[in-house]
């Protein structure tokens, strides 16, 4: 039985490829060292970028500038910062060096929204899109990312299909607790979208792509 929450990133990525993208994703644009990707079950992709590749098999682009065409593709997975609120104007220590991050979390957000943008541009209709993100606390504040991703997407013409939640094991936090103002967040998320060609409308209670017709014009994407 495939289960929306489990402590296994392998398991979840592996459960995503089962239920929506059989032939495995096609692309890849935070590759890193596509520790994501193993050859007994979870295929490579068939594009591979990063902004700072790791090897001459990986090709060198931004998640929010890629060079493909309008709908090439037929799936994405996206694996991108989720760190914001440093201090200093480039991130630190051991997270921020191996993985990137933002300074602010607004400014980490608007990324996320012109990658959304381009990824709605690459894939075709009816394309996969998988993207894991972290809520995140910045200055005694939350900032629930997953939200902002999901309706963020709707605007860019994706359909939630799926989430998945991987909690963690452990996970590398700083040492002053005694100001803490919020729990920390030991769990991220796998969403999955599906491309369409309109804004979708998503109310309480869900409702099928299908049912998005781009009938009213105002609806429809350019």
Same mark, same amino acid.
């Given at each position: ?11 979840? !990525? ?15 644009? =935070? ?14 992709? =068939? ?7 790791? +090897? ?5 682009? @931004? ?8 709908? @090439? ?21 051991v997270m921020g060096t191996r993985f990137g ?7 980490? &957000?608007? &990324? ?9 541009? !690459?894939?075709?209709?009816?394309? !996969? ?6 809520? =995140? ?5 939350? &900032? ?51 491309? =369409? +060609? ?5 109310? !309480?209670?869900?409702?099928?792509? @299908? ?12």
């Open positions: 039985m495939i289960k929306t929450v489990s402590d296994n990133q392998h398991d979840i !990525i592996r459960d995503i490829q089962n239920l929506y993208v059989k032939d495995g994703f096609e692309l890849d644009p =935070t590759y890193s060292k596509g520790v994501f990707y193993k050859p007994e079950d979870i295929k490579e992709p =068939t594009h591979k970028y990063d902004l700072f590749p790791r +090897n001459d098999s990986i090709n060198k682009a @931004s998640a929010d500038n890629l060079p493909f065409e309008d709908g @090439s593709l037929k799936s994405i997975m996206f694996d991108p910062p989720f760190m914001a609120g440093f201090t200093k104007p480039k991130p630190t220590g991050g933002f300074r602010y979390v607004p400014d980490l &957000w608007e &990324w996320y929204d012109r990658c959304l943008k381009e990824f709605g541009r !690459i894939l075709d209709k009816g394309g !996969i899109l998988t993207f894991k993100c972290q809520d =995140t606390v910045s200055s005694g504040k939350n &900032w629930f990312s997953h939200s902002y991703v999901m309706n963020r997407a709707l605007e860019h013409g994706f359909y939630p299909r799926d989430m998945f939640v991987l909690t963690a094991k452990s996970r590398m936090i700083g040492h002053n607790h005694k100001n803490q103002k919020h729990a920390r967040k030991f769990h991220s998320y796998f969403w999955v979208f599906e491309k =369409t +060609n309109c804004k979708v409308n998503y109310d !309480i209670v869900g409702i099928d792509p @299908s049912e998005n017709t781009c009938a009213n014009s105002k609806n429809r994407l350019s």
